[in-house]
């Protein structure tokens, strides 16, 4: 079974718009970080935001927040007042146990396009 | 600091030939990933290491070698290429430990075609 699911492969929004991007993660574990990553068409990955499980407040970084909904399992990203320059390949990660030895798992992403 | 590096950035292989993907990091972390992201998909963890002389496999190890020897670098090495290894090859470092918020960085990334 998929551990993190994007279900949208794409989404348009108008600049200075906010946009939420989904995703769902399947774990048993109880300790457990879920993390936000950026690829613009340049190709790096970029860290955005990070969630622990045990996190009782939403991160926040800047534009973006995580709409953390532990019960739901899911891990929205909300970037706030969109701009031309978040249009990327968004992807959502989890790593579990809290050792942090454990690498990331990805979802497949979701390709953000900001419109004027 | 360079952070995460990696060479080559492009490379085309002959379908048998071999290679290796070198990934350096000079921020002293423990772990070090391998990762693949085929065409409009995510990221699949082929091999990772928790500290030097450890290794481990990742989703999709087979076709591929690693090493660890020192903590600054982890080779990937590929033996008899195969098309269905064209993809871009991202070499990822994190400090690890507690807590598990610790990012991954990563490097730019390897473009990579088997013809």
């Known amino acids: 079974a998929q551990k993190i699911t994007q279900t949208q492969p794409g989404m348009f929004v108008q600049e200075k718009e906010a946009v939420t991007l989904d995703c769902t993660y399947d774990?048993?574990?109880?300790?457990?970080?879920l993390f936000w990553y950026k690829q613009p068409s340049s190709g790096e990955m970029i860290f955005l935001i990070y969630?622990?499980?045990?996190?009782?407040q939403n991160a926040t970084e800047g534009r973006y927040s995580l709409n953390f909904q532990k019960a739901r399992k899911s891990a929205n990203l909300v970037i706030s007042a969109s701009q031309l320059g978040d249009s990327a390949m968004y992807f959502c990660a989890m790593r579990e146990g809290v050792s942090g030895n454990t690498p990331l798992v990805f979802g497949k992403g979701t390709r953000l396009s900001v419109i004027a | 600091n360079a952070g995460v590096t990696q060479t080559p950035k492009f490379r085309i292989l002959k379908i048998g030939q071999s290679m290796t993907l070198q990934c350096t990091q000079d921020?002293?972390?423990?772990?070090m990933y391998w990762y693949r992201q085929d065409p409009g998909m995510g990221l699949k963890l082929i091999y990772y290491s928790v500290g030097a002389g450890i290794t481990d496999k990742g989703e999709v190890p087979n076709g591929y070698n690693v090493s660890r020897s020192t903590t600054e670098d982890f080779p990937l090495r590929l033996e008899l290429a195969a098309p269905s290894q064209t993809s871009v090859y991202f070499c990822a470092s994190s400090y690890g430990g507690w807590p598990s918020s610790y990012e991954q960085y990563f490097g730019p990334g390897t473009r990579l075609t088997v013809t």
């Open positions: 921020m002293n972390h423990n772990y």
């Open positions: 774990t048993s574990d109880q300790s457990y970080g």
């Open positions: 969630q622990g499980s045990y996190d009782e």
